[in-house]
């Protein structure tokens, strides 16, 4: 078990770019590894690599229903709108309502570099809006209704 440290709201390398995955290499999967221990000892239902300092298209989700890990994820359909009360490990204390779609697909590689593409409606999808939003350096605060 390895745990990473979450970085906080303010630092830079929350509003930067993330960069695609070239290579699933060992480092890779340990980054895969270090982010599940890290989102499940804080309590999270997902977390992407730049909350932990990295800048690569990684991110992990597990709402109840089991691991989910994506490596360069796109969103390739949505429907409907939901909206409802968000939060993030990297602006402890704060929430807000933030509208999404109710209807989420995603494409992304597992870490055997194979392609899939998993359908999450409801939490899943907004967890699939909210953790992608991460790879662009964009945070929930940033779409909160007031
Ligand atoms: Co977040």
Redesign the pocket.
């Known amino acids: 078990m390895a745990l990473r440290q979450i970085v906080q709201i303010g630092e830079p390398v929350l509003r930067k770019k993330s960069k695609k995955v070239e290579k699933i290499d060992k480092k890779i999967i340990q980054l895969l590894d270090d982010m599940a221990d890290t989102m499940y000892d804080a309590d999270?239902v997902?977390?992407?690599a730049p909350?932990v300092g990295i800048l690569k298209r990684v991110v992990i989700i597990d709402i109840g229903d089991g691991l989910i890990e994506l490596i360069n994820p796109e969103i390739i359909e949505t429907s409907g709108e939901q909206t409802d009360s968000?939060?993030?490990?990297?602006?402890a204390g704060r929430s807000g309502e933030v509208t999404r779609p109710y209807l989420v697909k995603v494409r992304a590689l597992n870490r055997e570099g194979q392609v899939i593409e998993i359908e999450g409606e409801d939490l899943l999808a907004r967890a699939f809006c909210?953790?992608i939003?991460?790879l662009e350096g964009i945070?929930?605060v940033d779409k909160i209704e007031d």
Do not use: I, K
């Open positions: 999270g997902g977390l992407a909350q968000e939060g993030c490990l990297s602006v909210h953790e939003d991460h945070l929930f």
